[in-house]
């Protein structure tokens, strides 16, 4: 009797819903899946009315049984026209009804606000509300002269609905806008509907995302992005799309807790490894200086080398040390442990430019290059440049705890780095000193790729070039500029977490690879001069002083 009538409830409340004959069919049967028809509507104190689906029937969300699918459907429907005997008393429902003619001549505005609901917009109230924008060519091509708009603006919380299953992000304000005009589904329009979502400073490490309830997405329905272009901006989001439904702003974490937590461990294993292999290189480079002592070219090659994978020595200890002591240790500590961090970064970048700047003496400026105490002055620039910067941003307290947070703040990780409060310092000092290295490196790496392939065309290079060796030694110079740091302005977006594992690993295994590429690039000139890249420079040279 009581499925009965649910049954009976529901075909009176939602006229739309008896059209869904073949799939309802299965709310008259006494399936596993029963309870999915036992829907009622629950008096409040408040004399408000709210679906009571989450609590009497749980596996309604996840169900793919034919009840479940029929009451989804059906609360769809209902939250789509919004009718009288939901618009008025459900809590967390708010609707706007408009009639708009065919001849409109200009595009709808609609505001709206969780709080408040949609309604026509006021213009005091500029920058502070979302907006609604319909195109008026979507009007034009209807067939009836007057067509109803309905606009929905439901708080996602109270009526516990639209909830993805392994759902990571957040729905803006937990609120989601429906769109309907007429009775009739509108598609594949040439001029989108935008949709404004206002809101104030996000957290760091967020993505935003425009996204439609798709409910032929998964066994309940889910958040889709196709036919949507997000478009961001400093107070607020413009989604743009081609069709009408239920719209939200999914705020995506950068990090979840278990990524974090695995890419902590990658690292902290990656850095461990390539402490050892920043030693090894260190030691090879030390021996072949002592074994080549009257080649200056040579020497002042494995002296940048030395310091190079000196400053990745200190990056890797400086992390090791932070991850291990970030949590629970005094302000001043953590202060101090965060300009270690950062000076030991910007010591490896530094010392990457030198090497770009180094190899740009060797092959470009070969003819009449001296330098007085070379290296020493290299060694001033490297070690020095990176503690002014770090002296001048520890004076203005741009060092201290940074957490990483998920949307709702919960606390992912914590490090001694420059804090929240100073991301300007971040920018500048990382982010824009590295691009400008970066790019003055490629270029290097450009003319050094050119001047190598043209001396092997000419035959100036003898000796045994493997292929496979040459694509080692292009790949180890890459590496040996820093090009795989440009990978951190890729881990933005929905597909960061890819990016994040590959950056970590590379970058945690840079050591190894410089290492790799000495051994390939050195170790044959323990036993012959042909094929090394000192050969090759000073046959540049030579060939230079001729042709002046």
Same mark, same amino acid.
């Given at each position: 009797?009581?499925?009965?009538?649910?049954?009976?409830?529901?075909?009176?409340?939602?006229?739309?819903?008896?059209? *869904?004959?073949?799939?309802?069919?299965?709310?008259?049967?006494?399936?596993?899946?029963?309870?999915?028809?036992?829907?009622?509507?629950?008096?409040?104190?408040?004399?408000?009315?709210?679906?009571?689906?989450?609590?009497?029937?749980?596996?309604?969300?996840?169900?793919?049984?034919?009840?479940?699918?029929?009451?989804?459907?059906?609360?769809?429907?209902?939250?789509?026209?919004?009718?009288?005997?939901?618009?008025?008393?459900?809590?967390?429902?708010?609707?706007?009804?408009?009639?708009?003619?065919?001849?409109?001549?200009?595009?709808?505005? $609609?505001?709206?606000?969780?709080? *408040?609901?949609?309604?026509?917009?006021?213009?005091? *109230?500029?920058?502070?509300?979302?907006?609604?924008?319909?195109?008026?060519?979507?009007?034009?091509?209807?067939?009836?002269?007057?067509?109803?708009?309905?606009? %929905?603006?439901?708080?996602?919380?109270?009526?516990?609905?639209?909830?993805?299953?392994?759902? %990571?992000?957040?729905?803006?304000?937990?609120?989601?806008?429906? $769109?309907?005009?007429?009775?009739?589904?509108?598609?594949?329009?040439?001029?989108?509907?935008?949709? #404004?979502?206002?809101?104030?400073?996000?957290?760091?490490?967020?993505?935003?995302?425009? =996204?439609?309830?798709?409910?032929?997405?998964?066994?309940?329905?889910?958040?889709?992005?196709?036919?949507?272009? #997000?478009?961001?901006?400093?107070?607020?989001?413009?989604?743009?799309?081609?069709?009408?439904?239920?719209?939200?702003?999914?705020?995506?974490?950068?990090?979840?807790?278990?990524?974090?937590?695995?890419?902590?461990?990658?690292?902290?294993?990656?850095?461990?490894?390539?402490?050892?292999?920043?030693?090894?290189?260190?030691?090879?480079?030390?021996?072949?200086?002592?074994?080549?002592?009257?080649?200056?070219?040579?020497?002042?090659?494995?002296?940048?080398?030395?310091?190079?994978?000196?400053?990745?020595?200190?990056?890797?200890?400086?992390?090791?040390?932070?991850?291990?002591?970030?949590?629970?240790?005094?302000?001043?500590?953590?202060?101090?442990?965060?300009?270690?961090?950062?000076?030991?970064?910007?010591?490896?970048?530094?010392?990457?430019?030198?090497?770009?700047?180094?190899?740009?003496?060797?092959?470009?400026?070969?003819?009449?290059?001296?330098?007085?105490?070379?290296?020493?002055?290299?060694?001033?620039?490297?070690?020095?440049?990176?503690?002014?910067?770090?002296?001048?941003?520890? =004076? $203005?307290?741009?060092?201290?705890?940074?957490?990483?947070?998920?949307?709702?703040?919960?606390?992912?990780?914590?490090?001694?780095?420059?804090?929240?409060?100073?991301?300007?310092?971040?920018?500048?000092?990382?982010?824009?000193?590295?691009?400008?290295?970066?790019?003055?490196?490629?270029?290097?790496?450009? =003319?050094?790729?050119?001047?190598?392939?043209?001396?092997?065309?000419?035959?100036?290079?003898?000796?045994?070039?493997?292929?496979?060796?040459?694509?080692?030694?292009?790949?180890?110079?890459?590496?040996?500029?820093?090009?795989?740091?440009?990978?951190?302005?890729?881990?933005?977006?929905?597909?960061?977490?890819?990016?994040?594992?590959?950056?970590?690993?590379?970058?945690?295994?840079?050591?190894?690879?410089?290492?790799?590429?000495?051994?390939?690039?050195?170790?044959?000139?323990?036993?012959?001069?042909?094929?090394?890249?000192?050969?090759?420079?000073?046959?540049?040279?030579?060939?230079?002083?001729?042709?002046?």
């Amino acid at each position: 009797m009581k499925l009965l009538l649910g049954t009976i409830l529901l075909l009176l409340v939602l006229p739309d819903a008896a059209r *869904e004959q073949e799939v309802c069919a299965a709310v008259g049967r006494r399936d596993r899946n029963c309870q999915c028809c036992n829907t009622e509507l629950e008096e409040r104190g408040d004399g408000t009315v709210s679906p009571d689906l989450p609590q009497r029937c749980l596996e309604r969300g996840h169900s793919s049984s034919p009840s479940c699918a029929c009451l989804r459907k059906c609360w769809f429907r209902l939250l789509e026209s919004a009718g009288p005997a939901l618009r008025n008393r459900l809590a967390g429902l708010k609707v706007l009804l408009l009639n708009v003619s065919r001849a409109v001549t200009r595009d709808v505005l $609609i505001s709206f606000s969780p709080t *408040e609901g949609p309604r026509m917009p006021n213009m005091t *109230e500029k920058g502070k509300a979302g907006k609604i924008q319909l195109p008026r060519e979507m009007f034009q091509s209807l067939s009836s002269w007057t067509v109803r708009v309905v606009v %929905t603006v439901l708080n996602i919380q109270q009526l516990r609905m639209f909830k993805e299953f392994n759902q %990571t992000g957040q729905v803006l304000d937990n609120t989601v806008v429906g $769109i309907t005009v007429g009775e009739t589904s509108i598609s594949g329009l040439r001029d989108p509907v935008q949709l #404004t979502f206002a809101h104030g400073q996000l957290p760091p490490g967020v993505t935003r995302q425009c =996204v439609f309830w798709d409910l032929s997405k998964g066994q309940a329905g889910g958040w889709s992005i196709s036919g949507c272009v #997000t478009q961001p901006g400093d107070k607020g989001t413009v989604c743009s799309c081609d069709h009408l439904t239920f719209f939200a702003l999914l705020l995506n974490p950068a990090l979840d807790r278990s990524t974090a937590q695995a890419l902590m461990a990658v690292a902290t294993a990656g850095c461990g490894v390539a402490v050892a292999f920043s030693i090894f290189t260190i030691a090879f480079c030390i021996f072949l200086r002592c074994r080549f002592r009257l080649e200056e070219t040579l020497r002042i090659n494995l002296g940048l080398h030395v310091n190079l994978g000196g400053s990745l020595l200190f990056l890797n200890l400086a992390f090791l040390l932070n991850s291990g002591l970030s949590n629970g240790t005094q302000p001043w500590t953590c202060k101090v442990l965060g300009g270690l961090t950062h000076y030991c970064l910007l010591c490896c970048f530094t010392w990457t430019a030198l090497e770009g700047f180094h190899f740009y003496l060797l092959f470009v400026k070969v003819l009449g290059t001296y330098i007085h105490r070379y290296l020493a002055k290299l060694c001033l620039v490297g070690w020095g440049f990176p503690a002014l910067i770090v002296v001048v941003a520890g =004076v $203005i307290g741009s060092y201290g705890e940074y957490r990483i947070q998920t949307v709702d703040h919960q606390v992912i990780a914590r490090l001694c780095w420059i804090t929240s409060k100073h991301l300007l310092v971040h920018y500048i000092t990382n982010c824009g000193y590295f691009v400008l290295i970066f790019l003055f490196n490629m270029a290097v790496f450009g =003319v050094v790729t050119q001047k190598s392939c043209c001396l092997q065309a000419t035959g100036a290079v003898q000796g045994d070039r493997k292929a496979w060796k040459v694509a080692l030694v292009a790949a180890g110079l890459f590496c040996l500029l820093g090009a795989t740091w440009a990978l951190m302005f890729l881990t933005y977006g929905t597909s960061s977490a890819p990016v994040l594992y590959i950056f970590t690993i590379l970058n945690s295994l840079q050591g190894i690879f410089i290492f790799i590429w000495l051994v390939v690039l050195y170790y044959p000139k323990t036993k012959e001069t042909t094929g090394s890249l000192s050969h090759i420079i000073r046959h540049d040279k030579t060939a230079t002083v001729s042709q002046d």
